[in-house]
């Protein structure tokens, strides 16, 4: 993963609630265990028709919000089933930040073990930034550190538990992270170790 800290990107606006992992990346794109090449799978049903043609009232069909890297949607973001493809695939795409009202609790985690910063932001403001997503060409600048986003007349502080922070700072994985406390750990058995014996 590479360290989050401040990120500036242009936001796709998705207009839709409950929006579930079998949407985000259908069944039938399952069958890898790789991380990548899901980008061009996601949201398929919504893109594209029987025939594989691009449905050009689909938001992310539309030229202008084709390099979007910041995704707002409504609420109940991730809900269904808890496949860790799901993620794969948005950051496949190239999304870095998604930002709604509220998430499903285990595709939330997902995200942020796999480097993506999902962030839950109070309805009428997600209502803003969707709004203006849809009429300008709207960049947003988003600081981890200071757990603050912000563009041009909109300004939002955004909560995010302290551990999944330092892990998308430092850029870790859980592994990595546990590898950081190894000194401690060597320690820790060596003690345990004198005390049985």
Not at 1 to 30: A, S, W, Y
Not at 67 to 86: K, P, T, Y
Request: with cysteine.
């Amino acid at each position: 993963m590479h360290p989050f800290k401040t990120f500036e990107g242009r936001v796709c606006p998705l207009d839709r609630t409950n929006v579930d992992t079998d949407q985000i990346i259908p069944k039938q794109f399952l069958k890898r265990v790789e991380r990548k090449g899901f980008g061009s799978c996601l949201f398929y049903n919504w893109r594209f028709d029987e025939k594989g043609n691009k449905k050009k009232d689909f938001v992310l069909n539309k030229p202008e919000y084709a390099q979007s890297s910041i995704l707002v949607a409504r609420d109940n973001f991730g809900c269904g089933s808890s496949r860790e493809h799901a993620p794969w695939a948005l950051q496949d795409y190239g999304f870095r930040v998604i930002i709604a009202p509220s998430f499903a609790d285990i595709f939330y985690n997902n995200c942020q073990k796999n480097g993506i910063l999902a962030i839950r932001l109070d309805s009428p403001r997600v209502d803003e930034l969707i709004r203006r997503g849809a009429t300008e060409a709207l960049a947003l600048t988003v600081d981890l550190e200071q757990q603050k986003l912000s563009a041009p007349n909109f300004a939002e502080h955004f909560e995010i538990d302290p551990y999944q922070k330092e892990v998308l700072l430092k850029g870790l994985d859980e592994i990595a992270m546990t590898l950081t406390y190894e000194d401690e750990i060597v320690a820790y058995e060596k003690q345990h170790e004198a005390v049985v014996h």
